[in-house]
Every structure is written in structure tokens, then in C-alpha cells.
């Protein structure tokens, strides 16, 4: 249920997964830990709270979160934040295109005053004593989308982009040898992430930080810069069938 990216005493980042049934929406949500202050990225839907809230309890009180961050608007990223947000007093954070949603997951009130937009451009912000980046990914697959960089760790959390769609009988946790690793991200890519300039530019922007593990909300985590980098070469390269697939896509019915 948990796995624990990384921790050097002072810093933590721990993965959540396999929190709902075969057959439902198989999510990652994550915990990064900075001296006993908590984000909780993409806490998910009402059906995983309870076993989250159980997980998380493992490292720290649901009262030492001072944020939770929305990588972007679908349900299986924030429906639960009615619950969330009675037991802590953290700031959500989300596109500011998409703040104005917040209020619909939630009892009348209860958002108010609570969320912290985030402007198209990104921004850094402080966890503890560690610096966190909100990092564009917009139309990857949402208008209004933020991937998060934590440069301790050096992970940078990608939601939608790098997902993938493994056998439920393999359970890949971790990607170590990529070419094999394609074939579960082909189909989910060019169907939900339409654009390759907006994947090449997101290459260019995102070769400049120090990343050394790539971990998405659906699916495994891609390990290792070498791993990095072949990631960052599919992308650029395989999103041109995105564009194809488009042609046949936009057709009236018979």
C-alpha cells in the first residue's frame, strides 16, 4: 500500500497506491514530509480516504498537513476533499483556472478562504525548510494541469503524464529497463495527451532540473536518469502519433 521514495531522516516522500478495487481507477496519491510538516498531493476520491488517512497516520498526524495539491480537476485527483478538510487546517493548492471547482467537492463554507491559486506560470513554494516547484504540464492532459518538483528529492511528480495501464497480475511498481516499459503507456498517452509541441516543450523546460526519478499518478515510477532521459526521448518522439490519431478521430457518425 505505501512505499517510501525516499527519506534522509529530515525529508520523506512516500507513494500510496492499490487503495481501490479491481476494475475501479487505479491512483497514486503521495506525502512529502519536510520536518514534520505534510503535503498531501492528489488525495483522490471518498472510497480511498479512509485507508489513506490509515496510511498516512504511519508517519504523521492528518494535522500537520499544510497542504494539499491538486495536480489538476478530475475527481480521482481532489473528490474527497470534503473530508480532508474538517481534520487539518491545509491550503489547497490548484490551477487558478480550476479554483473556482474547489467549492463543488465541498460542504457550503468549507473550502472558504482555503485555497491558494497557482498562475499558469508555476511557482516555487517552502515545505518545512525544503523548496517545492509546481511545475507547468498543461494539456497533459488538462487545460489547467501542474506537475510538482521537490529538488531534495529530486523527484519530479508528473500526474497524467507517464501513466500506465500494467496487468493487474504484474503489478510493476518500478520501471528499470524502459523499452519494455512502452507498450503500457502507448495507448493511454495518445489518447489523453493530444499535442507534440506542447510534449516537446515541456522537455525543454523540464531538462533543466535535476531529476532523478519520474513518478506519475497512474502506474509505476521510472528510476535512475537513464530512465529519465529515455522517458524524455518517447515523449518527444512518440506524441507525433497523438497528432495521427487526431485525423481519425474528428469524423461525423455514419
Aim: charged fraction near 25%; glycine fraction near 8%.
Amino acid at each position: 500500500m505505501s512505499i517510501v521514495l525516499y527519506d534522509d531522516g529530515k525529508h520523506k516522500c512516500i507513494k500510496f497506491h492499490d487503495l481501490t478495487d479491481s476494475g475501479e481507477i487505479q491512483s497514486n496519491q503521495f506525502l512529502i514530509l519536510d520536518n514534520r510538516r505534510g503535503l498531501l498531493l492528489d488525495c483522490g476520491g471518498y472510497r480511498v480516504y479512509r485507508d489513506l488517512l490509515g496510511a498516512i497516520a504511519h508517519f504523521i498526524p492528518a494535522g500537520c498537513l499544510d497542504y494539499i495539491f491538486l495536480s489538476h480537476q478530475d475527481p480521482d485527483i481532489g473528490s474527497g476533499l470534503n473530508l480532508w478538510l474538517p481534520i487539518c487546517k491545509a491550503q489547497i493548492m490548484i490551477s487558478a483556472l480550476w479554483s473556482r471547482f474547489i467549492p463543488a467537492f465541498c460542504v457550503r463554507g468549507l473550502s472558504e478562504k482555503r485555497v491558494m491559486t497557482i498562475d499558469d506560470s508555476g511557482m516555487r513554494f517552502q515545505l518545512g525548510e525544503s523548496q517545492l516547484m509546481a511545475v507547468p504540464g498543461h494539456f497533459m492532459h488538462s487545460p489547467g494541469n501542474f506537475h510538482l518538483y521537490d529538488e531534495t528529492a529530486k523527484i519530479l511528480f508528473t500526474s497524467d503524464l507517464g501513466a500506465s495501464i500494467n496487468p493487474e497480475k504484474e503489478k510493476i511498481t518500478t520501471v528499470e529497463e524502459f523499452k519494455k516499459h512502452i507498450s503500457f503507456m502507448s495507448g493511454f498517452h495518445n489518447r489523453y495527451i493530444p499535442s507534440n509541441l506542447l510534449c516537446r516543450k515541456w522537455v525543454e523546460m523540464v531538462r533543466q532540473l535535476d531529476v532523478e526519478m519520474i513518478v506519475p499518478q497512474h502506474g509505476a515510477r521510472l528510476c535512475g536518469k537513464e530512465v529519465v532521459e529515455e522517458f524524455y526521448n518517447w515523449v518527444v518522439q512518440e506524441k507525433t502519433a497523438a497528432d495521427d490519431f487526431a485525423e481519425n478521430l474528428f469524423k461525423l457518425p455514419v
